[in-house]
């Protein structure tokens, strides 16, 4: 049996990218006996750039919300707060000593946020690898299901754990490699014509966004003027409304579009009226299950509770040997 770890930022509700990138690994893994999954929100990371109490709360929850309305099922897999578990903040503060300065500040994600927000480069930005390690090595976990811009901070959680196993002359953590179910990474696009789906470009399309609301974000999609010699290459721009089409649409539909293309008639207010109605109808089902657990508050606190029984217990069974190897006793 194979241990598996993996969160999402709590940054807020979940947009299709988590949920063909992310939420769909989970699915799968989750039906797999051969792995033990421990899935959760990573509420702490979110403090680096949230930093407010009021969205804090508000934040977990529209992530508990979404996965439990996707279909993850804490009888199967442990599903939790990572502000829950405060063995994780210990095992961070431990791999904080094994963490080179040089190292953290190489990390390409941390210069992007520098870049991002120069007014506020604080030391939680640069550890965010450290912490994201803790969360893997709490469970030794094996495998990680994320995407491409997660595979430097999975090879720093390696380089931790290796030299925290050298250090003190052991293999007590297994080394922990990225991991796609479904075989290479999906990279949700955009809606900007620019690159992936992500809460803080503005780009995203909601699993609870109102009809109307996808319409109106479908229809402001950036196109152009349209192709005018036959079977040409498409632009990003429409490469990204081709496969957010492929990812919603059947098949039928995204070759009628991709002929229209081909033979130069495509209308892009129809690609997108038929974009925006079929996003409509594969949200309609988890919107639906959305709007009931929205309600349901002690459900969603006895999923909390119980996912945090069972990753405390074991956290703390690593967190007591990790002391007693450092001998904090
Ligand atoms: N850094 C991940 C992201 O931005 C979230 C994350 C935090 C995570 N801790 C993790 C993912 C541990 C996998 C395992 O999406």
Do not use: W
Not at 98 to 111: D, I, M, Q, T, W
Request: proline share 5%; net charge negative; glycine share 6%.
């Amino acid at each position: 049996m194979e241990i598996v770890v993996s969160g999402i930022r709590s940054t807020g509700c979940l947009h299709l990218g988590n949920y063909f990138g992310a939420v769909q690994n989970f699915l799968k893994m989750q039906e797999d006996s051969n792995y033990h999954c421990f899935f959760f929100i990573a509420d702490f990371h979110s403090l680096t750039t949230h930093p407010k109490p009021d969205d804090f709360r508000k934040n977990t929850n529209e992530v508990l919300v979404d996965y439990l309305a996707c279909g993850l099922n804490p009888e199967k897999v442990v599903l939790y707060a990572q502000s829950d578990i405060p063995e994780i903040p210990e095992l961070y503060l431990l791999l904080n000593m094994l963490a080179y300065k040089g190292e953290l500040e190489r990390v390409a994600s941390f210069k992007d946020k520098v870049r991002k927000n120069e007014e506020n480069v604080n030391a939680g930005l640069l550890t965010y690898p450290v912490l994201m390690a803790a969360d893997i090595l709490i469970h030794r976990a094996h495998k990680v299901p994320v995407g491409k811009d997660q595979v430097q901070h999975l090879e720093m959680a390696r380089n931790f754990g290796n030299r925290f196993n050298h250090l003190y002359g052991n293999d007590f953590f297994p080394e922990p490699y990225p991991f796609t179910f479904t075989g290479t990474p999906i990279t949700v696009p955009g809606l900007d014509g620019s690159g992936k789906m992500g809460k803080s470009d503005g780009n995203g399309i909601y699993l609870r966004d109102e009809p109307e609301v996808i319409r109106k974000k479908v229809m402001k999609a950036v196109t152009d003027s349209g192709p005018t010699v036959p079977n040409s290459e498409k632009p990003d721009a429409i490469k990204n409304i081709f496969q957010l089409l492929t990812l919603v649409s059947d098949a039928s539909t995204v070759a009628h579009f991709e002929e229209a293309y081909n033979n130069c008639n495509i209308r892009y207010g129809d690609l997108k009226k038929q974009l925006a109605e079929d996003i409509i109808l594969f949200n309609a089902p988890i919107k639906e299950r959305i709007d009931g657990i929205i309600r349901d508050t002690d459900y969603q606190q006895m999923v909390l509770k119980l996912g945090a029984e069972k990753s405390r217990a074991s956290a703390s069974a690593t967190l007591k040997e990790v002391r007693k190897i450092i001998g904090i006793e």
